[in-house]
DNA sequence: TTGTACGCGTTATCAT
DNA sequence: ATGATAACGCGTACAA
């Protein structure tokens, strides 16, 4: 609170005005008044309030993120790469969880939306596309990171769920599985309507008939990949498990060593969201490799352009996943 | 930008401060001209701005924190435990990565200066404390989190490490372990000062003679931590190993696979920061758990109170991390 | 080149 | 019970 720009003006003899000219050089100051309040400003350790600069100009160089939960890794590296961006190009970043609750998501939109944040990045849990809009309309522009709702116009980055996800089931197939478990996240996002699609189509071009116990849905936590994998051990038969999520993988990898059955012999694995301990367990798991922090950058990217220009069309990045082979298949 | 409180004055009938009484509820109102405001606002959707409404009470509702990596788990569920009881009470939170540079750290205080939060957490990176001091000087409350820094006093929470390591090291030594490895972060951290104060107080105990050259510093990441390990492993013959933190660990493990080793027979571990990949691996590794989603909960409560009650004494608290015995050793 | 004065959207004080 | 209006700290026409 305590030293604002009349303060400086005072000591430098001169006007606010003046003074806001030399700090945001905005305007002509002989050299010497500028020199005067330089010296102010350093004297007084001066900040100006970003605050009041905000209420100003209508623009806080502030973007929001929300993204599900903070203990997801793919989540935060993402995080890691919005941030790097934007702090190369003088912007802060407000992250919060919505905890894949439409409704702190609404509150959480809200919230920012009295912010006045510049702009605003999210993996949008469950929505009606339209309630959406309408949260969404006119305030600041989006980008929709990861997931995507459906027929609503907007910058996003995504993955090619699709095509990796049907790599990996060809994959299995090729190496003689036709029992394969989906263990995938819930049915509404994206995402799992993506790799849904590419299972069935695998299996199709394969001759393999679709079996819908032979899928499962869950939260991406350990406690889901365990029971589920568990289950479609047990009592669906399959032979090979393709958990949707690092978190659902690490539980699959612990259910099947708990249940005394050996990886890859009594069950393959192929999971997703590669993280460094997939080479430390034993056999290393053949993952999925998702470019989190550049799938971030990407969409900070995209943010501040759109921000600079509004008009521009909508453009939609897919970046592919990599398929990581190691001895889990 | 839109709707503004004049707006809904306007519709309503009323001034502006009328409505201010009824959304604050600051003022007795007559039912009737509460009822045409209420009535007002949700017509036009009126969401008062945050911007406007801190600049005029000089706080913001919003607290700061200072982390050094997003990709770091330890952290990321501290920052999660921090946003729960922070959204509980209404508060929301900005997160920023300082990358354990002094330099960053100092930027990244002045910006949180300058966006007028109403205090901030941070774990701070190595800095001489009397700049410290100076940079955080009557602008807002400060607890200190996992580190902290000497002769400052202030609020605080970190891990008893002291405790654990000395433990976990007696643990070791109990095993027949004569030469343990030490795998640490920079020494000029307190929490790297803390493990090696207990590394050799056990040590002394033992009556096992203090070798400077089973100790290494590094980042802390998974590189650092392959690397230091196998340097240990082939220069100091050390037998067992204590990695300061999770990715370090794998990091060892790893390494210690690709050498043709096999633990614990040849190389023992104790690792910090228990992760689930941690009962993963082949063996699973006996780790120290760190709770980290508590010690941010227990961080938040301490800055809220103290941003209640400025007056009253610092508080440090100290939590126990707990030896999670497996395998490794 | 510099100063005056208004407005950004609120809340709070003081009238009425 | 309600209304005018002055702040909060800054940027920016416009005037000088």
Redesign the pocket.
Known sequence: ?AV???DV?KLA?????????V??S?????E???QRVTRAVEKLE????A???S????RTRTIGLIIPRLDNQFFTEAAHGIEDVLRNNHYSLVISESEDSPLTEKKLIQVFNSLLVDGLVMAPCRHRQSELRELLRGNYPTVFFDRRPTRFESDAVVLDNYSATRKAITYLIERGHSRIGMVLGPNWFSTTRDRMRAYKRALRDAGIEFDSALVRNGDYGVEAGSELSGDLIKRAGVTALFPASANMTLGAFIKIREMGLSVPRDVAIIGCDDNAWASATDPAITMLYQPAADMGRKAAELLLKRIESPADGYETVYLPPEMRIRSSV
Request: hydrophobic share 35%; glycine share 2%.
């Open positions: 609170m604002t720009i009349k003006a003899g001169v006007s606010t005005a003046t003074v806001s000219y700090i945001n905005t305007n002509h100051v002989s010497e008044t500028r001066y900040r100006p309030s605050l009041a600069r209420l100003r100009v209508q």
